[in-house]
């Protein structure tokens, strides 16, 4: 398996507050891997780390490298041309207040499209991908505000498709979902895996267990254990791990 991101002893810190305590792991590409673990265990602040949005953050020192195809992302690349390349969906969706039709094609206008017919494909591919077109195939013109919650977070990872990332960030993407909803981002997710590379970061574990092929469990900035997701669920080698996926604590 190829390894898309490597991650080589990352320690962060807010201050003297210790957030990452010398991570090292290896995200294999087109895979989704899983990162879960309680509040506070450093997920989201990797996931910070990986798409540069900790550079607008006061107060950070970080160590170790974090290597995307071989090149140091925290010393060698710029934050904005990395974004180009690391797309994020976040946890609460926030589409624009514009139509549906414009929200995904805001990206592209950026990189300089602006080829109807290029724009409309791009549009298309980009919704039928987030499993959303025959939803709102017929409204493309209404506003994207009048979508539900879970049609929202799908149009957000349809516009991050439309900038044509290699790896897709989601952090709590569908914290705030229903079954439903949840249920298509993840069919989304599994289909999405064959031309991307995927972290997905999630305080459910059964979340976690359905979709990810590889999972990680953190554990207050440490990284507890690492591995297959069938032989994590099944068979954790950590003690710490098994009572969290068992529900003990969390």
């Not at 990162?35 to 450093?42: A, E, H, L, N």
């Not at 970080?62 to 690391?86: A, Q, S």
């Not at 895996?193 to 970061?201: A, E, Q, R």
Request: aromatic share 8%.
């Amino acid at each position: 398996m190829d390894v898309k991101i490597r991650i080589e002893n990352l320690k962060a810190s807010f201050g003297k507050h210790e957030i990452l305590k010398g991570i090292t792991i290896d995200v294999y590409k087109n895979m989704v891997t899983g990162f879960m673990g309680p509040s506070g265990s450093g997920k989201s602040t990797i996931i910070s780390i990986l798409n540069r949005m900790i550079d607008f953050e006061d107060g950070v020192k970080m160590e170790g490298r974090v290597l995307l195809d071989g090149i140091d992302i925290i010393r060698d690349v710029n934050g904005v041309e990395l974004r180009k390349r690391v797309g994020t969906v976040f946890a609460v969706p926030i589409p624009l207040p514009r139509s549906i039709y414009e929200n995904i094609a805001y990206g592209p206008r950026l990189n300089n499209i602006n080829d109807k017919d290029e724009l409309d494909q791009i549009i298309k591919e980009g919704l039928k991908k987030a499993f959303l077109w025959d939803e709102v195939k017929d409204r493309l013109n209404t506003s994207a505000l009048k979508l539900s919650g879970g049609q929202q977070q799908r149009l957000c990872l349809a516009r991050t498709l439309a900038l044509r990332p290699e790896i897709i960030l989601l952090d709590e993407p569908c914290s705030g979902l229903d079954p439903i909803s949840t249920a298509k981002i993840e069919e989304a997710l599994s289909e999405l895996k064959k031309d991307y590379t995927i972290i997905l970061v999630s305080n459910n574990t059964k979340q976690i267990a359905r979709i990810s092929d590889y999972s990680a469990f953190f554990y207050i900035g440490e990284l507890i254990e690492y591995g297959h997701t069938d032989a994590l669920f099944t068979n954790p080698k950590i003690k710490k791990t098994e009572d969290y996926i068992s529900g003990k604590f969390g």
